[in-house]
Protein backbone atom coordinates (compact mmCIF):
# COMPACT_ATOMS: atom_id res chain seq x y z
CA UNK A 1 0.00 0.00 0.00
CA UNK A 2 0.95 3.43 -1.14
CA UNK A 3 1.81 6.08 2.36
CA UNK A 4 0.09 8.92 0.50
CA UNK A 5 -3.46 9.18 0.86
CA UNK A 6 -4.96 12.68 -1.11
CA UNK A 7 -8.42 14.11 0.18
CA UNK A 8 -10.21 15.64 -2.69
CA UNK A 9 -12.49 18.79 -1.11
CA UNK A 10 -15.21 19.38 -4.52
CA UNK A 11 -17.02 22.45 -4.40
CA UNK A 12 -20.99 21.33 -4.92
CA UNK A 13 -21.88 22.58 -8.85
CA UNK A 14 -23.78 25.31 -9.91
CA UNK A 15 -27.25 26.31 -8.36
CA UNK A 16 -30.55 27.46 -9.51
CA UNK A 17 -30.85 30.77 -7.87
CA UNK A 18 -32.53 33.49 -9.87
CA UNK A 19 -33.21 35.42 -7.29
CA UNK A 20 -29.47 35.84 -5.86
CA UNK A 21 -30.41 34.96 -2.13
CA UNK A 22 -27.70 34.33 -0.22
CA UNK A 23 -28.88 30.54 0.79
CA UNK A 24 -25.97 29.18 3.28
CA UNK A 25 -28.10 26.25 4.90
CA UNK A 26 -31.37 26.63 3.58
CA UNK A 27 -33.25 23.79 2.05
CA UNK A 28 -34.83 23.98 -1.42
CA UNK A 29 -31.91 24.72 -3.69
CA UNK A 30 -30.73 22.88 -6.15
CA UNK A 31 -28.32 22.65 -8.89
CA UNK A 32 -29.59 24.39 -12.29
CA UNK A 33 -28.77 21.96 -15.49
CA UNK A 34 -25.09 23.30 -15.81
CA UNK A 35 -24.96 22.58 -12.06
CA UNK A 36 -25.77 18.84 -12.97
CA UNK A 37 -23.40 19.22 -15.72
CA UNK A 38 -20.57 20.15 -13.39
CA UNK A 39 -21.12 17.34 -11.04
CA UNK A 40 -20.84 14.43 -14.41
CA UNK A 41 -17.79 16.34 -15.13
CA UNK A 42 -16.24 15.81 -11.53
CA UNK A 43 -17.43 12.42 -11.97
CA UNK A 44 -15.15 11.64 -15.53
CA UNK A 45 -12.48 13.49 -13.23
CA UNK A 46 -12.43 11.42 -10.53
CA UNK A 47 -13.08 8.52 -12.30
CA UNK A 48 -9.52 8.18 -13.38
CA UNK A 49 -8.22 8.72 -10.24
CA UNK A 50 -7.82 5.87 -7.20
CA UNK A 51 -10.75 6.78 -4.88
CA UNK A 52 -12.27 4.94 -2.68
CA UNK A 53 -14.26 6.63 -0.35
CA UNK A 54 -16.96 9.53 -0.65
CA UNK A 55 -17.91 11.86 2.16
CA UNK A 56 -20.91 14.97 1.74
CA UNK A 57 -22.29 18.02 3.26
CA UNK A 58 -26.06 16.75 4.35
CA UNK A 59 -27.45 19.81 1.68
CA UNK A 60 -29.20 19.16 -1.70
CA UNK A 61 -26.82 20.95 -3.73
CA UNK A 62 -23.72 18.95 -2.45
CA UNK A 63 -25.65 15.79 -2.40
CA UNK A 64 -26.49 16.18 -5.91
CA UNK A 65 -23.15 16.93 -6.35
CA UNK A 66 -21.91 13.61 -4.99
CA UNK A 67 -24.76 11.17 -6.11
CA UNK A 68 -22.47 11.09 -9.85
CA UNK A 69 -19.12 10.20 -8.58
CA UNK A 70 -20.68 7.76 -6.16
CA UNK A 71 -22.70 6.07 -9.15
CA UNK A 72 -19.00 6.21 -10.93
CA UNK A 73 -17.16 5.03 -9.27
CA UNK A 74 -19.46 2.43 -6.98
CA UNK A 75 -19.60 4.08 -3.75
CA UNK A 76 -22.01 4.89 -0.42
CA UNK A 77 -22.52 8.60 0.90
CA UNK A 78 -21.59 9.32 3.59
CA UNK A 79 -22.77 12.02 5.30
CA UNK A 80 -20.81 14.48 7.42
CA UNK A 81 -22.17 17.97 9.02
CA UNK A 82 -18.60 18.80 9.53
CA UNK A 83 -18.74 19.67 5.73
CA UNK A 84 -21.78 21.76 5.32
CA UNK A 85 -21.70 25.69 4.41
CA UNK A 86 -20.76 28.03 6.66
CA UNK A 87 -23.56 29.84 9.24
CA UNK A 88 -24.37 33.58 7.76
CA UNK A 89 -26.08 36.15 9.51
CA UNK A 90 -27.29 37.25 5.95
CA UNK A 91 -28.92 34.58 4.89
CA UNK A 92 -32.32 34.17 2.81
CA UNK A 93 -31.66 37.62 1.70
CA UNK A 94 -29.91 39.99 -1.01
CA UNK A 95 -26.89 41.24 -0.22
CA UNK A 96 -25.65 44.94 -0.88
CA UNK A 97 -27.63 48.13 -1.41
CA UNK A 98 -30.15 49.15 -3.30
CA UNK A 99 -32.85 46.34 -2.78
CA UNK A 100 -30.25 44.28 -0.51
CA UNK A 101 -29.58 43.46 3.50
CA UNK A 102 -27.02 46.50 3.73
CA UNK A 103 -29.93 49.52 3.41
CA UNK A 104 -31.11 48.76 6.70
CA UNK A 105 -29.03 50.01 9.22
CA UNK A 106 -29.60 46.81 11.39
CA UNK A 107 -27.31 44.84 9.45
CA UNK A 108 -24.84 46.87 9.78
CA UNK A 109 -22.98 45.60 13.38
CA UNK A 110 -22.58 42.43 11.40
CA UNK A 111 -20.07 44.02 9.05
CA UNK A 112 -18.07 45.49 11.76
CA UNK A 113 -15.30 42.56 12.12
CA UNK A 114 -14.22 40.98 8.74
CA UNK A 115 -11.02 38.86 10.89
CA UNK A 116 -13.55 36.94 12.49
CA UNK A 117 -15.73 37.61 10.90
CA UNK A 118 -18.44 39.07 12.61
CA UNK A 119 -21.72 38.02 10.11
CA UNK A 120 -21.03 34.50 10.47
CA UNK A 121 -19.18 31.13 11.65
CA UNK A 122 -15.65 32.14 12.80
CA UNK A 123 -13.23 30.68 10.62
CA UNK A 124 -11.29 29.29 13.37
CA UNK A 125 -14.15 27.05 13.42
CA UNK A 126 -15.06 26.41 10.21
CA UNK A 127 -11.48 24.53 9.67
CA UNK A 128 -11.70 23.06 12.55
CA UNK A 129 -14.23 21.48 11.64
CA UNK A 130 -13.10 20.26 8.12
CA UNK A 131 -9.46 19.23 9.23
CA UNK A 132 -11.22 16.77 11.45
CA UNK A 133 -13.45 15.14 8.40
CA UNK A 134 -10.81 15.20 6.01
CA UNK A 135 -8.35 13.41 9.00
CA UNK A 136 -11.87 10.97 8.79
CA UNK A 137 -11.73 10.86 5.15
CA UNK A 138 -7.65 10.44 5.13
CA UNK A 139 -7.75 7.45 7.50
CA UNK A 140 -10.49 5.70 5.24
CA UNK A 141 -8.58 5.94 2.31
CA UNK A 142 -5.42 5.66 3.40
CA UNK A 143 -2.84 4.73 1.01
CA UNK A 144 -5.47 5.80 -1.36
CA UNK A 145 -7.79 8.81 -2.64
CA UNK A 146 -11.04 10.26 -0.60
CA UNK A 147 -13.49 12.92 -2.22
CA UNK A 148 -15.36 15.28 0.25
CA UNK A 149 -17.99 17.56 -1.28
CA UNK A 150 -18.38 20.82 0.22
CA UNK A 151 -18.86 24.65 -0.28
CA UNK A 152 -16.87 27.24 -1.07
CA UNK A 153 -15.74 29.31 1.92
CA UNK A 154 -15.15 26.07 3.87
CA UNK A 155 -12.85 24.77 1.31
CA UNK A 156 -11.17 27.94 1.09
CA UNK A 157 -10.24 28.59 4.41
CA UNK A 158 -9.10 25.21 4.94
CA UNK A 159 -6.54 25.76 1.78
CA UNK A 160 -5.37 28.88 3.56
CA UNK A 161 -5.14 26.83 6.67
CA UNK A 162 -2.93 24.54 5.12
CA UNK A 163 -0.97 26.97 3.24
CA UNK A 164 -0.22 28.96 6.77
CA UNK A 165 -1.99 32.12 5.40
CA UNK A 166 -4.31 34.26 7.29
CA UNK A 167 -7.72 32.89 6.95
CA UNK A 168 -9.89 36.40 6.53
CA UNK A 169 -9.46 37.65 2.71
CA UNK A 170 -11.65 39.20 0.45
CA UNK A 171 -14.03 36.81 -1.30
CA UNK A 172 -13.68 37.96 -4.54
CA UNK A 173 -10.00 36.50 -4.70
CA UNK A 174 -11.19 32.85 -3.91
CA UNK A 175 -9.78 30.76 -6.00
CA UNK A 176 -12.63 27.88 -5.41
CA UNK A 177 -14.53 27.82 -8.74
CA UNK A 178 -18.17 25.90 -8.96
CA UNK A 179 -17.19 22.26 -9.31
CA UNK A 180 -13.43 22.62 -8.85
CA UNK A 181 -11.41 20.17 -6.88
CA UNK A 182 -8.70 21.31 -4.47
CA UNK A 183 -6.61 18.40 -3.21
CA UNK A 184 -4.73 17.55 -0.15
CA UNK A 185 -1.71 15.03 -0.37
CA UNK A 186 -0.30 13.40 2.81
CA UNK A 187 2.21 11.55 3.83
CA UNK A 188 1.25 9.46 6.29
CA UNK A 189 -0.48 12.46 8.61
CA UNK A 190 1.96 14.55 7.40
CA UNK A 191 0.75 17.17 4.42
CA UNK A 192 2.76 17.60 1.50
CA UNK A 193 0.94 19.64 -1.14
CA UNK A 194 -1.89 21.33 -2.13
CA UNK A 195 -3.19 21.30 -5.95
CA UNK A 196 -6.34 22.84 -7.79
CA UNK A 197 -8.01 22.28 -10.54
CA UNK A 198 -11.62 22.99 -12.09
CA UNK A 199 -12.94 19.70 -14.26
CA UNK A 200 -15.73 21.27 -15.44
CA UNK A 201 -13.87 24.53 -16.61
CA UNK A 202 -16.47 25.06 -19.90
CA UNK A 203 -19.45 25.26 -17.54
CA UNK A 204 -17.58 27.78 -15.30
CA UNK A 205 -16.77 29.87 -17.51
CA UNK A 206 -21.21 30.41 -18.20
CA UNK A 207 -21.16 32.01 -14.58
CA UNK A 208 -20.18 31.53 -11.45
CA UNK A 209 -21.79 32.37 -7.69
CA UNK A 210 -20.78 33.24 -4.05
CA UNK A 211 -21.71 29.88 -2.75
Given amino acids: MSDVTIVHLLRHGEVENPAGII ?16 AAAAADFFAERDVVALFCSPLERALQTARPVAERLGL ?18 KFGVGDGS ?9 LINPFRPSWGEPYHDVTSRMLAVMAAAREAAAG ?46 RLTGVSYTVPARRQVTQGDAAQ
Fill in 23 to 38: YGRLPGYHLSANGRAM
Fill in 144 to 189: QEAVCVSHQLPIWVTRRMAESKRLWHNPAARECALGSVTSFAYSGD
Fill in 76 to 93: DIVTDDRLIESWNHFEGM
Fill in 102 to 110: LRRPAHWPY
